[in-house]
């Protein structure tokens, strides 16, 4: 089982930390593309943390399962009143299972490298194709890797300065992951959280989906389903089970 690092400290302020995140056009945006591909049947998040896509999904009249394994977050997701009808399996979305099967699985917020290994990766994408019916789609969004930036020579890059939060990505190249240092800063305290991510390029997942027996059916730059082109800062891929 992966180390959970969303304690009950960090899901406590996970609401509040980045409010571009929680900005209700953006999840707007996420919750009418994944609501199209689910067409009015069920969906299952991996990973559905506090709910911040969630519930504005079950909003489009989606009923929305979830994978997620930390309880401290599933904590934060049942205080909310319109999670009731949620169904959550507290499990590593390698492996849980959740005995339905669903039109929509999806996994944002660059989750999917939360898994440290490529084998960890790979099972998660044999488990999404798992609980798809036929026709059924797996959805990703993630960041392109950000090593692009690094100046030759250098493993550490800044990826936000401001007042408030500082952020520093040392990456380990040789093997293709990177820890995130968040340093949070409110007056003259200041909240620390690392994470360890395996950052993967488009093409790497695309060889997961077939491992998993999925097709790529299509790749945007953004959930306005902008083009996907070299600029692209993320991606949002999305894999269809064959009928
Ligand atoms: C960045 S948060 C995203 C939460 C939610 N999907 C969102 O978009 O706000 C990452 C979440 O992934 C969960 N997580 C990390 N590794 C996991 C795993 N192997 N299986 C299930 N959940 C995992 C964490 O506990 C956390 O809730």
Sequence with gaps: MPENIFDERIAANYDFADREMFDENHLEYISSFLAELANDQRALEFAIGT??????????????????????????????????????????????????????VYLVYNTITNLITQDEQVE?????????????????????????????????????????????????????TVVSHH?????????????????????????????AGLELFGRWGGWDKSEFTSASKSHI???KKPS
């Design 51 to 104: 709910g911040r896509v969630a519930l504005p999904l079950q909003k489009h009249g989606i009923e929305v399962h979830g994978i997620e394994l930390s309880q401290p977050m599933v904590d934060q997701l049942f205080a909310k009143p319109e999670a009731e009808s949620i169904n959550v399996v507290v499990g590593d979305m390698a492996s849980a299972k959740i005995p339905e099967k669903f039109q929509l």
């Design 124 to 176: 998660c994408f044999k488990n999404a194709a798992s609980h798809l019916q036929a026709g059924g789609f797996f959805v990703i969004e993630d960041q392109v890797p950000t090593i692009r930036n690094l100046p030759e020579g250098t493993t550490t890059s800044a990826f936000d300065v401001s007042r408030e939060h500082i952020g520093i990505d040392t990456f380990d190249i040789l093997n293709q």
């Design 183 to 211: 340093y949070w800063i409110d007056a003259d305290r200041v909240e620390i959280f690392d994470s360890t991510h395996r950052y993967a390029w488009p093409s790497e997942y695309d060889l997961m989906a077939k491992i």
């Design 237 to 239: 891929s999305v894999w």
